[in-house]
């Protein structure tokens, strides 16, 4: 198991090289070490000699990718390249363009992205499933058709629909939450509701529907009818059989989403004005601090390739018929 | 003088490549089987239907060129810089009758105070009359719901009319085809014994007729979804934003379809090394956010577009290029799903018997894969991309509010949902290009996902939901 | 949800209410801000949304009075308005009015209140044997600070010329970007020199470090006394009085500069940029630009007065009501971030924020236009008791034209005419109309009202736009524009030579949503004389880099006034400020040598009737050559709550928020009212849930007996 999870770790690393050559060749491109000067020290009087030095000091002034004038490893060590991506190897994030410790800012600012996510995906995972199993139970009635044809509607329904509206039904109308902002310990509870259930209500359609495919799938197997043939009631049947072995499949889906919770979500972040990871990639995309969103990109990789392992893990524990080789 | 812009000429491309493909798959079975189950679905035809419509005008769009301009000397014919397209041209009306700013749906005052000169010199703060809509009314207070009501009946009768005409005229020539007689056919079709789900079809489309009708007369004198801040006609706007979508849906997947699909069989294929390269190059791709490699390679386009502003010399050539720019890169982060399942197909199949058997024959891999491999994956990137254009029309909304969608002067749903989040504030509250936008996106994805549904049950019995 | 109704519930407060329901007594001042700041440094910091937090820490030597207009200088730390004394080569005095070439330095001697202190802050703490506690720290004593608020033991000092002296060095040092210091250098006697000997020292040993700016002198700025030092200038330059005001000459203690080079520091965020010092009456307590940054009372400040005499109707207005009285009257200051617009603008009309702005959406639901074309608020804001601020700002938007570029710029008469066309067409009072609600002015000439030189009414109309019609301004019909056109040889829009249709190229940064209209807007109107107009929209980096290499042909900018001055304008349009030769912000890059002749004379002159003869020229010189299209002085709405008080714009002071009062009790008794909880519609969703599923509940209970027959 562990000399699994140490192959694997393995197996990252040059994919990991592969995203860092890819941003890094992204951002330089479109981003001199002249623009973010530019756009770091402000846009009254800027002369080409504070340009300069702002290059300076952070590093800027070397070459890209090859240093001509330094000696042994320095060739390579002493560039742009090397001193702003493979530090990211050893999560040392540096500083962004405007003289922040990224590691910090992280570190600091997960926990919002958490207070939305968590709650998001719990609440999330047990109404969808609810949802799932109420129409697979009522299959073939009323309920089952039309709440099908209400998820395929609300599938239809862009997200921006959902926060738009959400905001200014509960925020301004109904006088229940504050519109957005954040605060943190219980106090974030009032901020929070409001994206919860707007991620809640934009993610039901989808879910449910998908959730609904997998307990019927389940009913139909040959051990859900013995166990309907030994007289048990339907309930029971649902809750003993289908909903645990339903579970499978979904928390295994799950399980690869679990890493990237740290990220948070862009949208809703910034729309609710949420302090987290996500409304700090976009802020630093619309600024152009491409420091942060390089190590936004490599973190999210990192986060990514952590959930493949798990699930991969996840899957032995459910199934002990797939074996880790 | 006709224009193509590069993705009118994939469109038209992806059109002749649809039909050809349609005439192939004509003579397969496997894949016409399938196709005869979705005609009969009542639901996947009304939105066949509503989607026809919608590529209707699509297509309309996409055909562009420059106006000539009328001059006096006749020796030469001047054309204007400025790119029309056909659509344009059918939606003159609509196009041109700008009011000055706001104004709501169906109204004849404009939505906002101004200061009026009277005829007597006196000034007055009230809401200036339209410039056109309710023009044709004298006194629009107490006239106006009256004309309103008469057009839409008028636009309701009309477009019953033209319904059941083309009804009669497809029923005809349905008899015609099938040697009956005319009510024997009429009849097989309201009873539903047609191989086609005929009464559905009829129904939409006499529906869409009827609305589209209505939208007709009352688009003479009024503005029917309201204009816009500058007083551009949202609803022409909204139409304009159709093409967009659907080459936002549709290219996207054609643009990645080559790669995936030759990545997808040779990595299945080959297996080893080859599969190695990548599976490491799809894991690479997939793990970087989405989003932030679109923002990074739109801000690429950009500073290409600003060192090459002489290439350019309209906007609508800029704003076509970054539309063709975005498809590829949401082609980049989207083709990986589609190469997933194509491997994992592949690498089934090509343990199969008549697959080794080419093999031992020594047919050559190329071969072996273009012509035993692909035609049996065809069905799995028929639904990935029904299934995909949905999900890539909501995008693309997405996208625009984070300001790294499609060009902000291109029209577009998700441009006019960003530019008219702020109007939610006003009060009172200005709702009409909001509306406008989601019922537009609404109704096409609605359409998309459910015809998308009876696709994919259709050709892949074990996603089949209960 | 059953958790959120129990933690609600124990909130006492109105249940949207963003903050902790203890803090609705308290005198705090709620606003929000959208951008984070990015310089808090002094002598960095050239942004409005950092002056926001600076001005109220930092205390210049000069301020400008809170109520008086047009723009008064008055002291703040300084003990009066220092007055120039001009001496000739050999230090001989001569008199003020002895001519420019005699002068050869200005001396401003400048002597400082005595008793000012600073606020509390480790820099300054020391320990029984008066040595300084935290100025000899190294990474094992920072491993448990993480803010500036985990040292415990705070000191303070006494303000003394020698702080002002030690930040005017900051602007030569190497480390430091100070905005201004290629201007200074102009001016201050020994600055530039300075900066050379410093940079040199910099490069030849890079290890970052404390660099005691106290050991070299600066030739120009000399101390006198603990409370007396003297600046002198190179040449004449009224203009630097008002430069005096701003936070780039506050005062900086040199312990809190050494405290912040320590070794660790930087990489903490703990740093000047970070954890302002300053004298003045509040200090920033909280600096969490991801949520919110709180100013806290300074409890070392002197408490200055608040000012006894105004304007004529400030009396009336009741802004004398604290005169006399001791600043400042509130406790702490809470801003907190909002980026976007719709959530703060809805906040304040819940009354969670104190003051508010008007974006352009929400204007008709505030304001609304009497008969007399006056801005008034409506029922619904009078009902609420928010009340409105009017002021025409001294900025201006214009749309330039690249005057190297060879179809639009040049001397050239068909280019003029063509100018001037595009003048005429543009039409900035609908644009003003649309997009910002009525709220500007469309400008005459560079020089907004409020800054000397600005002619009102007839004499002030620019004649090649306007004319004078029944005692109005009215902007010249688009047949007027036509015929330019035809006598520039554009017939129709269409070069007579080419016969192509003309098409221009307008660039301009982008901004987010709402920039598709106005796009369509100016095509709009370029399309009336038949030009096709290219909008060239591009991110900003991007379009400061075509102005700098001169590739745009038209484009759209603004400058903001730095001080009351026409001098402050002009110099967009002085020949040798060009964008492209010399970096500077001209970025027309427009050049006429008679204008900057006058230019040359007019900078120096004190406000009087030659300086305006001299002025009118120089805008009739501009008005003619058409530089630019003058665009608009937007007109500034605030809004703010009654429980707000001592509100009147300033646009040049930015250390307002001394002077301001808040009544917490109406506040909190407001903000109740405003908030009432609705419920009903959730109940009816729940209960129509339920009618919903009942039949499938009888359903089920109908298989189940099924199943058991």
Redesign the interface.
């Known amino acids: 198991m562990i000399s699994y999870i140490l192959r694997r770790a393995m197996y990252a690393i040059?994919?990991l090289i592969?995203?860092n050559i890819?941003?890094f060749v992204?951002?330089f491109?479109?981003?001199t070490p002249d623009d973010m000067a530019r756009m770091h020290l402000g846009m009254k009087r800027v002369s080409e000699a504070a340009i300069v030095k702002w290059k300076d000091e952070r590093g800027y002034n070397k070459p890209v990718l090859f240093n001509h004038s330094a000696n042994g490893a320095k060739k390579i060590t002493e560039t742009i390249f090397f001193q702003n991506s493979v530090k990211l190897f050893i999560f040392d994030f540096g500083r962004s363009d405007s003289g922040r410790d990224i590691g910090y800012d992280i570190s600091q600012r997960m926990w919002p992205s958490l207070a939305i996510t968590i709650p998001s995906l719990i609440v999330g995972l047990l109404s969808y499933i609810s949802f799932g199993l109420i129409l697979a139970f009522f299959?073939g009635t009323y309920v089952d058709i039309s709440g099908?044809i209400l998820c395929?509607?609300m599938?239809?329904?862009?997200?921006?629909?959902y926060i738009?509206g959400g905001q200014?039904l509960i925020g301004k109308f109904l006088h229940l939450v504050p519109i957005s902002g954040y605060d943190t310990g219980l106090n974030a509870v009032k901020f929070v509701f409001l994206p919860v259930l707007v991620g809640l209500i934009g993610g039901i359609g989808a879910s449910t529907?998908w959730y609904?495919?997998i307990f019927?799938?389940e009913?139909?197997k040959d051990y859900v009818r013995t166990a309907r043939a030994k007289g048990l009631s339907e309930l029971r049947i649902l809750y003993r059989h289908v909903l645990t072995n339903g579970l499978i499949p979904i928390l295994t889906g799950v399980v690869v989403i679990l890493p990237s919770l740290f990220?948070g979500s862009?949208?809703v972040e910034?729309f609710f004005a949420i302090p987290g990871l996500g409304s700090y990639?976009?802020d630093a995309?619309?600024r152009?601090d491409f420091a942060i969103?390089r190590s936004?990109?490599f973190l999210?990789?990192v986060l990514?390739?952590i959930g493949?392992i798990l699930t991969d893990i996840s899957y032995t524990l459910v199934d002990p018929r797939v074996r880790l080789n | 003088m006709p224009v193509i812009f590069i993705t009118d000429f994939l469109i038209f491309l992806l059109l002749f490549g649809s039909i050809a493909f349609f005439l192939y798959a004509r003579k397969q079975e496997h894949l016409t089987a399938p196709w005869k189950e979705i005609k009969k679905q009542p639901l996947a035809m009304s939105s066949a239907v509503i989607l026809s419509f919608f590529i209707i005008f699509g297509l309309l769009d996409s055909a562009h060129f420059h106006p000539r301009?009328e001059t006096d000397e006749k020796s030469?014919n001047?054309y204007?810089?400025?790119i029309l397209s056909v659509l344009d041209l059918l939606l003159k009306d609509l196009r041109l009758k700008?009011e000055?700013?706001y104004s709501a749906p169906l109204a004849s005052y404009s939505f906002?105070?101004?200061?009026i000169e009277l005829e007597d010199g006196k000034?007055?703060?009230d809401y200036p009359r339209l410039l056109y809509g309710g023009a044709n009314l004298d006194n629009p207070k107490t006239d106006s719901t009256s004309d309103i009501i008469k057009r839409i009946s008028l636009g309701f009768l009309y477009g019953l009319l033209i319904s059941s005409v083309i009804i009669l005229l497809i029923i005809f020539s349905l008899s015609k085809v099938r040697n009956e007689k005319f009510i024997i056919t009429l009849k097989k079709c309201l009873s539903k014994n047609l191989e086609t789900n005929w009464m559905s079809i009829f129904i939409t489309m006499s529906i869409l007729f009827i609305v589209i009708a209505v939208i007709y007369h009352l688009s003479q004198n009024y503005h029917v979804f309201g204009t816009?801040?500058?007083g551009?006609d949202v609803l022409y706007q909204a139409l304009k934003s159709i093409r967009t979508g659907l080459v936002i849906g549709t290219l996207t997947t054609l643009v990645m379809l080559p790669f995936a699909i030759a990545m997808g069989l040779m990595a299945g294929y080959f297996r080893g090394w080859v599969d190695d390269v990548i599976q490491?190059l799809y894991?690479?791709l997939?793990?970087?956010?989405g989003?932030?490699?679109i923002?990074?390679?739109i801000?690429?386009l950009?500073?290409y577009?600003?060192n090459h502003?002489n290439d350019?010399?309209?906007?609508e050539q800029?704003a076509d290029l970054r539309l063709l720019f975005l498809c590829i890169i949401l082609g980049i982060t989207s083709w990986t799903g589609l190469c997933r399942l194509l491997r994992a197909e592949t690498l089934k199949l090509r343990e199969i018997d008549y697959v080794q058997a080419a093999k031992a024959f020594g047919v050559s891999n190329y071969k072996v894969m273009l012509q035993h491999l692909l035609p049996n994956v065809m069905h799995i990137v028929m639904i990935s991309i029904v299934l995909d254009f949905?999900g890539l029309v909501?995008a693309e909304?997405?996208l625009s509010?984070?300001?790294?969608g499609v060009d902000?002067?291109m029209y577009s749903?998700g441009?006019m949902?960003?530019?008219a989040?702020?109007?939610?504030?006003?009060?009172?509250i200005?709702w009409w290009s909001?509306t406008a936008a989601?019922i537009f996106?609404?109704i096409l994805?609605?359409a998309a996902?459910?015809f998308s549904?009876a696709v994919r049950d259709a050709f892949d019995p074990r996603l089949r939901?209960? | 949800m059953s958790l959120f109704l129990f933690c609600i519930g124990c909130d006492q407060s109105s249940w949207n209410n963003p903050y902790p329901h203890e803090e609705s007594d308290e005198l705090i001042y709620y606003d929000s801000f959208s951008e984070r700041p990015k310089h808090l440094d002094p002598v960095s910091s050239y942004s409005s949304n950092e002056y926001i937090f600076l001005g109220q820490i930092y205390e210049p030597l000069l301020q400008y009075h809170f109520l008086k207009r047009p723009y008064e200088l008055v002291p703040l730390t300084a003990n009066n308005i220092p007055k120039p004394i001009y001496s000739d080569k050999n230090g001989g005095i001569l008199p003020e009015t002895a001519p420019e070439e005699n002068i050869d330095t200005i001396k401003y001697r400048i002597s400082i209140k005595p008793g000012i202190l600073f606020q509390p802050h480790p820099a300054f703490a020391k320990d029984k044997n008066g040595s300084f506690l935290y100025h000899d720290l190294d990474e094992n004593d920072l491993n448990k600070i993480y803010t500036l608020a985990d040292f415990n033991v705070l000191g303070s000092r006494e303000l003394q010329a020698s702080d002002y002296i030690y930040q005017i060095k900051r602007m030569s040092h190497p480390r430091v970007h100070s905005p201004i210091s290629g201007l200074m250098k102009k001016y201050i006697l020994g600055l530039d020199e300075l900066s050379k000997e410093l940079n040199s020292l910099y490069s030849s040993d890079s290890s970052s470090g404390y660099l005691n700016l106290h050991d070299y002198s600066l030739s120009g700025v000399n101390l006198i006394d603990k409370y007396t030092f003297e600046i002198t200038l190179k040449e004449k330059y009224p203009q630097f009085l008002y430069w005096l005001s701003m936070s780039f000459f506050a005062p900086m203690p040199w312990e809190a500069d050494f405290f912040y080079s320590q070794k660790g520091f930087e990489e903490k965020n703990i740093s000047l940029d970070w954890y302002p010092v300053g004298t003045g009456p509040f200090m920033l307590t909280e600096n969490n630009p991801n949520r919110r940054m709180v100013l806290e009372k300074n409890p070392n400040f002197r408490g200055e007065i608040y000012p006894t005499e105004g304007e004529e109707f400030d009396e009336d207005l009741g802004l004398l009501a604290d005169a006399g009285k001791k600043m400042p009257f509130i406790d702490k200051a809470i801003y907190s971030l909002e980026k976007e617009?719709?959530p703060a603008?809805?906040k304040f009309l819940q009354g969670y924020y104190d003051t508010s702005g008007i974006?352009?959406?929400?204007f008709?639901?505030a304001v609304?236009?009497?008969?007399q074309?006056d801005a008034e608020l409506t029922d619904?804001m009078r009902e609420k008791g928010i009340q409105l601020l009017t002021t025409t700002t001294t900025s201006t938007y214009y749309m330039g034209f690249n005057m190297s570029d060879d179809l639009v710029g040049g001397d050239s008469e068909r280019a003029r005419l063509l100018r001037h066309a595009i003048s005429v067409v543009v039409d900035y009072e609908?644009y003003i109309?649309?997009?910002a609600n009525g709220r500007g002015l469309p400008a005459q000439s560079p020089i907004p009202p409020g800054i000397f030189g600005y002619t009102m009414g007839k004499e002030g109309v620019n004649k090649y736009v306007y004319q004078w019609q029944n005692n109005k301004v009215k902007r010249r019909p688009v047949e007027y524009a036509k015929e330019l056109m035809n006598k520039a040889g554009y017939k129709n829009g269409?070069d007579e030579l080419s016969?192509k249709?003309l098409?221009l190229?307008l660039d301009t940064p982008?901004a987010?949503?709402?920039?598709?209209?106005r796009?369509?807007?100016l095509r709009?109107q370029f399309a009336k004389i038949g030009i096709?107009l290219?909008?060239?929209?591009?991110?900003y980096n991007?379009f400061q880099?075509?102005m700098r290499k001169g590739?745009a042909q038209i484009f759209q900018w603004g400058w903001n006034a730095d001080y009351p001055d026409p001098e402050n304008f002009f110099f967009l349009l002085y020949g040798p400020n060009a964008k492209i030769d010399h970096n500077g912000e001209n970025a027309a890059n427009y050049k006429n040598k008679q204008f900057d002749l006058l230019f040359d004379q007019m900078k120096s002159m004190k406000n009087s009737s030659d300086r305006k003869i001299i002025i009118d020229q120089m805008v009739e010189l501009v008005r003619y050559d058409a530089p630019w299209l003058w665009g608009y002085h937007p007109v500034g709405f605030s809004l703010h709550h009654d429980w707000y008080r001592n509100a009147k714009p300033n646009l040049m002071a930015n250390n307002t928020l001394k002077y301001k009062r808040i009544d917490p009790d109406l506040r909190s008794e407001k903000r109740s009212i405003w908030n009432q909880p609705i419920w009903w519609p959730i109940v009816l969703i729940i209960f129509i849930g339920t009618i919903i599923l009942l039949p499938a509940f009888f359903l089920y209970r109908r298989k189940e007996n099924e199943q058991i027959i």
Do not use: C, H
């Open positions: 040059p994919i592969g995203v890819i941003t992204l951002f491109v479109v981003n299959r099908v395929v509607i599938m239809s329904i862009s997200g921006l629909f738009i200014y529907r609904r495919t019927l799938e009913m139909n990220i862009l949208i910034s990639t976009i995309i619309n152009q969103v936004m990109v999210g990789s990514y390739i493949l | 301009i030469e001047v204007s810089n400025e700008t000055k700013t906002s105070k101004e200061l000034k007055i703060r816009d801040k500058v551009q490491y894991t690479t997939n793990s970087i956010p989003v932030l490699l923002a990074a390679s801000l690429l950009q500073v577009i600003s502003a350019f010399n309209s906007i800029r949905s909501l909304a997405v509010y984070i300001n790294i902000p002067s749903w441009n949902i960003n530019s989040r702020l109007e939610m504030a006003r009060e009172p200005v909001l989601f996106m609404f994805v609605l996902n459910l549904d939901e209960f | 617009s719709i603008w809805n974006v352009s959406d929400s008709d639901q609304q236009f009497d008969s074309g619904e609908e109309s649309i997009f269409r016969g249709p098409v190229n982008a987010g949503p709402g920039s598709k209209a796009f369509d807007w709009k096709n290219v909008v060239r929209a591009t991110d991007r880099e075509k590739t």
